[in-house]
Nanobody, 125 residues
Framework: QVQLVESGGGLVQAGASLRLSCAAS????????IGWFRQAPGREREFVSA????????YYADSVKGRFTASRDNANEILYLQMDNLKPEDTALYSC??????????????????WGQGTQVTVSS
């Protein structure tokens, strides 16, 4: 059963903004960390951003730092990723993922227990 649902992707020009959302659906698992990963065709999956659910501490890949902002809505259990000044190299399928309990790492994909289906972001020149 799909328990994480992403939305907000689309086709935009370079310099535009998008806001991605990741919502828990019929959740039966705990959430320690929720992260965003992305994968472009022919490329390896890479870490984008993450947030610790209780404290709100955020983490970013160097390539998006200063342009992307992660936040969360505790009451509705939604993770947001505000993406500003998008670049063509940001084009990828963006997926959210959950660490049920903290593994000690936040940037390593195999540490995450649950994954959404992804939302496509395409940035044109």
């Amino acid at each position: 059963q799909v328990q994480l649902v992403e939305s907000g992707g689309g086709l935009v020009q370079a310099g535009a903004s998008l806001r991605l959302s990741c919502a828990a659906s019929r959740r039966t698992f705990s959430m320690s960390v929720i992260g965003w990963f992305r994968q472009a065709p022919g490329r390896e999956r890479e870490f984008v951003s993450a947030i610790t659910w209780n404290s709100g501490a955020t983490y970013y890949a160097d390539s998006v730092k200063g342009r992307f902002t992660a936040s969360r809505d505790n009451a509705n259990e939604i993770l947001y990723l505000q993406m500003d000044n998008l670049k063509p190299e940001d084009t990828a399928l963006y997926s959210c993922a959950v660490q049920s309990r903290y593994s000690g790492r936040i940037r390593y994909a195999p540490d995450y227990d649950y994954w959404g289906q992804g939302t496509q972001v395409t940035v044109s020149s």
